[in-house]
């Protein structure tokens, strides 16, 4: 007698953390401040809608981080030294903040 085995494939979805996009949503309506923690340091972003423009002609991540970090907030943040991985984590941090 043959066994019949029945695969099961469960497929994950994300869900989205809906608490940070509500915190994102109210500042970009109100131009409130973001902040961003990452590594013991408290970074300081504006709304998304007051990014500067320059933000949209980045090329990539890094560019657009430095961006709306500011450059003196880039600044303290590469004096930490951080790894690809590192900033993948930070970029992702940035952009659950402000809803992205």
Known sequence: MADDKTVE????????????????????ATADVIEVEHNGKTYTLPSPMDYPVDVVFAENDFEAVRIVLGEEQWQEYRKTRPTIRDFQDFNAKINKATGN
């Open 9 to 28: 494939t469960v497929e994950t979805v994300e869900v989205p953390d809906a608490d940070a996009e509500l915190v994102a949503a109210e500042a970009e």
